[in-house]
């Protein structure tokens, strides 16, 4: 049966992560994501889970400990915002590349300076080439329900690969709203416990990890984690089919809102895609044929489903909460592009960069971005390219 509470974003993934209760948790605490490893460690004291809770100097020192955790067999994982996952960076890397599959809880926050502690999406957008699956959420139902799905996905036999679970910071981790928990057992058999056939610190099986890797054979490496990441696909549209039937709700690739018959369709990730919604179903009650498609899996990025599903309509409005600094638009507005040209689908785009550093982005805003996108496809009016939303002047 479901339990119903009230959660924010931060208690619903401390929550999942006593459920599952994993072996270690090494932790530094950085704002917003704090409460998580506050939270689990208060489990701990009380005796509701038996984790070994590792305090450490650094988010470097944080991921290294995660890192060893799991390469001693242990099912491990951490929490991190912002400059913390830029600590770990030289880590990010090893943990995907020794093909570790444990989980990180971030919660996403703009990275400096100037410095700021509100939610963009700079730091994860800052290590999407580092080799790990990233899931985001819309708001705290997803965040429990895709942290509980993370450890299916990254354990996979095909997969064994690191996973980032991300949420906004403050806009989820610190917002209540109504949840629909698990039962503890149910959360138990899905996660399932953890024994892998081979990891790296087996000492009945001594191997050389992270050694240096000659040209003969660091390509191939780097081959076969690509191959995993590719595998993953399959492993996460498999784990979601599994966790309806215990939770009955519904995740996949992407979320399509109202998208069937829409001419205009805004492509947009993470809590801002409730606010285009509401806007959506505002304009379709006047005839306006709008819709959203919420991207929940950036890597590995689904470019044929996306190209597919935006296939039909007139034009499309790609949204990023990141400044890429390439000069031609953010990350999500190069790779959906590049998505659709690679699949001969010839519609529209209009890159916009909205909710820098927590700067508000609303249904008036999301209407008139709406409204730009008619103007272009039937007036032929080419609106600015990589445009910046809500901008002062």
């Known amino acids: 049966m479901a339990v119903k509470e009230r959660m924010s974003g931060n208690e619903a993934v401390s929550y999942a992560i006593r459920q599952i209760n994993p072996d270690v948790m090494p932790a530094f605490p950085i704002t917003p994501s704090t409460e998580i490893p506050q939270m689990v460690s208060t489990y701990i004291a009380n005796g509701e889970m038996d984790t070994e809770f590792i305090p450490v100097e650094s988010e470097h020192s944080s991921m290294s400990a995660a890192i060893g955790a799991e390469a001693a067999g242990a099912r491990s994982l951490t929490a991190t915002s912002s400059a913390g996952l830029a600590l770990m960076w030289e880590e990010l890397l090893l943990a995907a590349s020794n093909r570790l599959p444990l989980v990180l809880a971030l919660v996403n926050r703009t990275l400096s300076g100037p410095i700021n502690i509100n939610c963009d999406h700079s730091d994860s957008m800052g290590a999407r080439d580092t080799g790990w699956i990233q899931i985001y959420a819309e708001n705290n139902q997803e965040a429990y329900d895709n942290f509980i799905q993370a450890y299916p996905i990254a354990e996979n036999e095909s997969v064994h690969l690191p996973v980032m679970v991300c949420q906004d910071g403050f806009i ?23 024994n892998p056939e081979e990891y790296l610190l ?17 390509m191939e490496a780097k081959k076969n984690q690509e191959i995993a990441l590719e ?3 399959a492993a996460i549209l498999e784990t979601a089919k599994r966790f309806k039937k215990i939770s009955g709700r519904e995740y996949g690739l992407f979320e399509e809102y ?41 890597r590995p990025f689904p470019a044929e489903e996306i190209a597919k599903a935006l296939s039909s309509c007139r034009a499309v ?36 960069i909205y909710g820098l550093a927590g700067r508000d982005f609303t249904v008036e805003e999301t209407k008139a971005v709406f409204n730009e996108l008619e103007d272009m496809a039937v007036n032929g009016k080419k609106p600015e390219q990589y445009q910046y939303i809500g901008l002062r002047k």
Do not use: W
């Open 317 to 352: 409005a790609i949204m990023d909460r990141c400044e890429s600094y390439n000069g031609n638009g953010g990350p999500l507005g190069s790779e959906v592009t590049s998505a659709l040209f690679r699949n001969k689908v010839m519609v529209e785009t209009v890159n916009y």
């Open 202 to 218: 087996n000492p009945g099986k001594p191997v050389s990890a992270g050694p240096y890797s000659v040209s003969s054979y660091a």
């Open 172 to 194: 989820t981790s610190h917002a209540v709203e109504n949840i629909e928990l698990l039962e503890d057992e149910a959360v138990k058999k899905f996660v399932g416990e953890y």
């Open 258 to 298: 109202r998208t069937k018959d829409a001419d205009y369709i805004m492509l947009i990730m993470g809590s801002a895609a409730g606010t285009a919604k509401q806007a959506v179903d505002e304009m379709r009650a006047h005839g306006f044929k709008a819709g959203v498609l919420k991207l929940r899996v950036f």
């Open 231 to 233: 595998n993953s696909k």
